[in-house]
């Protein structure tokens, strides 16, 4: 018996939101700085390593009764900057859209600066980056300076 090369491994959902086009083994990651108050108990998919026209390989999250809106779902593009985001009502793709970074990201980057304000333990000063650049991406602390890449960045909190 012959199998369907492209047969779907997780079903069609009723309605939520899909983040598709998360490159292959990056969905775990995108999954796991979701708001945890706003998906716990639905039924969501984690689909890692399916063929992609686009990608070669991707990685599919769906979420099942949970609209999640541009605010909540942007700063997934510091892990998966190719994402789009679907949201899904009675069976049909009702919005599409791209992850785009906000000109300003607070409280989920940490500083590496060790003398940063944002770093001192008796001090909790939330973090505070500015996009200087999109192409390639550069963030700045608002309050020591440094400028950061997304290499080695340190995800500390949930959107
Ligand atoms: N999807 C879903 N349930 C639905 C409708 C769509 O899970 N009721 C998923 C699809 O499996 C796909 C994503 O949502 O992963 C986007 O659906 P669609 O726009 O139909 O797919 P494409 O046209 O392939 O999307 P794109 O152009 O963004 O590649
Ligand atoms: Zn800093």
């Given amino acids: ?33 979701l708001k945890a108050e706003k998906i716990r108990g ?10 992609s026209r686009k990608l070669g390989k991707k990685d599919i999250v769906k979420i099942e009764n949970v609209r999640l809106e541009e605010d909540e779902t942007n700063l997934i593009s510091l892990i998966a900057p190719t994402a789009t985001i679907n949201i899904i009502e009675n069976y049909e793709v009702i919005t599409k859209r791209k992850v785009q970074l906000p ?14 304000i944002t770093n001192a333990p008796n001090e909790p000063v939330k973090t505070s980056f500015i996009l200087i650049s999109r192409d390639p991406i550069k963030l700045q602390c608002e309050y020591c300076k440094i400028i950061i890449g997304t290499e080695g960045m340190v995800l500390v909190g949930k959107l």
Avoid: F, W, Y
């Avoid at 090369?5 to 999954?31: E, Q």
């Avoid at 639905?42 to 063929?51: D, G, P, S, T, Y």
């Avoid at 607070?106 to 003398?115: D, Q, S, Y």
């Fill in 1 to 33: 018996m012959s199998v369907e090369p492209h047969r779907l491994i997780v079903p069609k959902i009723h309605s939520g939101t899909v983040i598709d086009h998360i490159p292959a083994g990056k969905g775990l990651r995108v999954l796991s700085i």
């Fill in 42 to 51: 639905q039924r969501i998919a984690l689909i890692m390593n399916v063929e």
């Fill in 103 to 116: 000109s300003r990201i607070k409280g989920l980057i940490k500083c590496p600066n060790p003398t940063c």
